[in-house]
């Protein structure tokens, strides 16, 4: 009798544990269409009617979609499998680059985001991965922290829309500093932000700087939430040729 009810209770718990991983590891189903996004996207407080530009994969679960409106004003959204469906996690306006991190503690789902408005002196841009140098002494401890200064070019030539993953070399050094950080005796000598940043250089044909002039209806906007986020949007700085250490 006894083995009858632990069989019976083993089971059940067999088949709960396959229906658990049946809907955490469920495949996301097909994105939705152009006239979908669109018709979600007219239900938010957009104050005129959208044109959705693309749709960029960037995982399996995720969808990054710029639009334009009628009035022109230009606009990014970030789109999630959750829930068993696909949804509008957040839309906003601006021209700044944006870092999308899927999952906040691996640097390997980070993906730079943008939608520039079209400008003839804006031909390229410069994604940056940065870190000051500097020197610190507490005591008998002393701890250097080497200067980073990484970029990728991207063209705005064709699209002033787009999506580029960390490098893998980039993530890598993220991985190693955020390592170091959480050592006890660097964690008492510094701060608890990061000590690494992103900046955007903005350049004309030549790679010179070039200002990248911001539409002031877009600059006047804000994001906004739709859903609550498990996911993290990081602002990146604009930087300027003086701000960089060259040989």
Do not use: C
């Amino acid at each position: 009798m006894m083995n009858k009810k632990w069989i019976v209770i083993v089971s059940f718990a067999v088949v709960i544990g396959v229906g658990i991983l049946f809907f955490v590891n469920r495949e996301p189903t097909p994105f939705l269409t152009m006239e979908e996004v669109t018709e979600i996207l007219n239900r938010q407080d957009i104050n005129s009617p959208v044109k959705v530009l693309d749709i960029i994969d960037l995982e399996k679960s995720y969808r990054f979609v710029p639009f334009i409106t009628e009035s022109g004003q230009r606009g990014i959204s970030y789109w999630a499998f959750n829930h068993f469906e696909w949804k509008l996690v957040a839309y906003e306006w601006d021209d700044d680059v944006r870092v999308w991190k899927l999952r906040p503690n691996d640097p390997s789902s980070y993906y730079f985001v943008w939608h520039f408005e079209a400008q003839d002196e804006v031909t390229q841009m410069n994604i940056h991965l940065l870190q000051n140098r500097s020197y610190r002494v507490s005591g008998d401890i002393s701890i250097y922290t080497p200067s980073i200064q990484l970029h990728k070019n991207v063209s705005l030539m064709n699209k002033t829309y787009g999506v580029m993953p960390l490098p893998e070399e980039w993530y890598k050094i993220i991985t190693a500093i955020s390592s170091i950080q959480e050592d006890t005796v660097f964690d008492f000598m510094s701060n608890p932000q990061s000590t690494y940043y992103f900046g955007r250089q903005t350049l004309d044909e030549q790679g010179l700087d070039a200002n990248l002039k911001r539409n002031e209806r877009s600059a006047s906007q804000s994001g906004h939430w739709v859903e609550e986020p498990d996911y993290q949007m990081d602002y990146v700085i604009s930087i300027y040729e003086e701000q960089l250490e060259r040989p």
